[in-house]
């Protein structure tokens, strides 16, 4: 079975602050894709990023950097510096070949919240 | 990137109405569709998956009756959700898929309903 877990309902951090969400993964494939979405209080989801089970290389993206860990089944996401735009609810999710083709899984999501 | 439009971004209806929303890849063939069910501070619910030109397959606990949803070409998904109650308000969010190998998902903005 496939499933997601962020156990972090909701951060708060202080402007310039560095701060790691945290992703738990389950899936009985050996072929999956790991993502991360950020979404806004517009509602709108926003990638992020996309890491299949193959490259477990970490990830920077300027602020943003992702470690990849499968020993643990884990995927997380650590912004350094924050800044009050990071604001947002961040959702982790797995993609894998075990059911309908292209089918998300979503964590519950974690709220950030970056005060000044 | 490829885009996803949704039409209406919002929309207000009376209890007992059927209200029709849209979903449009604009730049690319989506053959598979998603439409998912989010509520306030809650993750996202797949609500059913549809492929062009076939009945959509309904994710346990939805019923097919009330939310109907139609994928009658490549660009275009509709979901009704017919005779609504104010349990139905919700932010509605669908996704396409463009290719039966291609695993990129994107995203509509959302469309955020209130039966009153």
């Known amino acids: 079975a496939q499933k997601v877990t962020q156990a972090q309902t909701e951060i708060s951090v202080v402007e310039k602050e560095d701060v790691t969400l945290d992703c738990v993964y389950e899936?009985?494939?050996?072929?999956?894709?790991l993502f991360w979405y950020k979404q806004p209080p517009s509602g709108e989801l926003v990638f992020l990023i996309r890491?299949?089970?193959?490259?477990?290389q970490n990830e920077i993206s300027g602020r943003y950097s992702w470690n990849f860990q499968k020993s643990t089944s884990s995927f997380n996401f650590t912004i350094t510096a924050s800044q009050v735009v990071d604001s947002a609810v961040y959702f982790c999710?797995?993609?894998?070949?075990?059911?309908?083709?292209?089918?998300?899984?979503f964590g519950r999501g974690t709220q950030l919240t970056v005060w000044p | 990137g490829a885009v996803v439009s949704q039409h209406p971004s919002w929309v207000i209806c009376k209890s007992g109405t059927s209200v029709k929303i849209e979903c449009r890849s604009l730049?690319?063939?989506?053959?598979?569709m998603f439409w998912y069910r989010q509520f306030p501070k809650q993750s996202l619910m797949l609500m059913a998956t549809?492929?062009?030109?076939?009945?959509?397959?309904?994710e346990q606990g939805v019923e097919k009756d009330k939310f109907l949803i139609n994928h009658a070409s490549l660009t275009l998904s509709t979901l009704t959700v017919t005779s609504a109650h104010p349990e139905d308000s919700s932010f509605y969010i669908c996704?396409?898929?463009?290719?039966?190998?291609?695993?990129?998902?994107?995203f509509g903005p959302g469309t955020r309903l209130t039966v009153t």
């Open positions: 996704s396409a898929i463009s290719g039966e190998s291609s695993y990129e998902q994107y």
């Open positions: 999710a797995l993609q894998d070949r075990g059911s309908t083709l292209g089918r998300l899984y």
């Open positions: 549809s492929n062009e030109g076939s009945k959509a397959t309904y």
């Open positions: 730049d690319f063939q989506a053959t598979t």
């Open positions: 890491r299949n089970s193959f490259d477990e």
């Open positions: 899936t009985r494939d050996t072929t999956y894709y």
